[in-house]
C-alpha cells in the first residue's frame, strides 16, 4: 500500500471511530415505596439482547456483605472486576427517589439491552429483577412500576 493511502486510510479511521463511540447521558430516577423497612440495596444494571451481564450502572448500599441479596446482579457480574469502581452509594430510603446519571454508547438504545435493578431490604424479602425495562428511545420517560419495593422507575436519554 502506497504511503498517501495508507495516510488517507489512517485519517478515514481516525475521523469515524469517534463517531462510532458517541455516548449520551442517561438519568435513572427510581422511586421507592413505604414499605415498612430499613433502607434498600438497589443495584442498577444493563444486560444484552441474550441477557448478559453488560455494566453496572450505580449499586446503592455501601456494605459489600449484603450484596449476595442482589442475586442477579450479584450472579451475572461476579467475572467483572470493576463492576464497583465509581459506582456505589448509599442505601436508599422508603419513600426516598434515587437519581443517578450514567453516559451510555448510542449504540446499546434500542439495540436489545435492558435496565434491570435488583433490590433487597434487610430483615425482608429479596427482590432479583424488581426492574427489568428494555433501554429504548420508546420507553425513555415514560414511568414503569416495581414488583415490590420500587413505586416508580423512569430514565431519560439526554
Known amino acids: 500500500m502506497s504511503r498517501p493511502l495508507m495516510t488517507t486510510v489512517a485519517a478515514a479511521c481516525a475521523l469515524a471511530l ?15 415505596e413505604n414499605y415498612g423497612g430499613d433502607g434498600a440495596y438497589l443495584a442498577v444494571y444493563l444486560t ?21 441479596h442482589l442475586s442477579g446482579w450479584n450472579r451475572l457480574s461476579s467475572g467483572d472486576s470493576k463492576r464497583l ?11 426516598r427517589t434515587l437519581r443517578v446519571t450514567a453516559d451510555l454508547a448510542d449504540a446499546l438504545i434500542d439495540a436489545g ?16 429483577a424488581e426492574i427489568r425495562v428494555p433501554l429504548s428511545a420508546a420507553n425513555a ?11 416508580s422507575f423512569s430514565f431519560e436519554l439526554q
Open 48 to 68: 444484552d439482547a441474550q441477557g448478559a451481564y453488560a455494566r453496572t450502572l450505580w449499586v446503592a448500599g455501601g456494605k459489600a456483605k449484603y450484596y449476595t
Open 18 to 32: 469517534p463517531a462510532a463511540a458517541h455516548s449520551r447521558p442517561v438519568t435513572i430516577a427510581t422511586t421507592l
Open 85 to 95: 469502581q465509581g459506582v456505589t452509594g448509599a442505601s436508599v430510603g422508603q419513600g
Open 141 to 151: 420517560g415514560k414511568p414503569h412500576a416495581g414488583r415490590q419495593y420500587i413505586q
Open 113 to 128: 439491552y435492558e435496565i434491570r435493578i435488583d433490590a433487597a431490604v434487610e430483615d425482608m424479602r429479596d427482590s432479583p
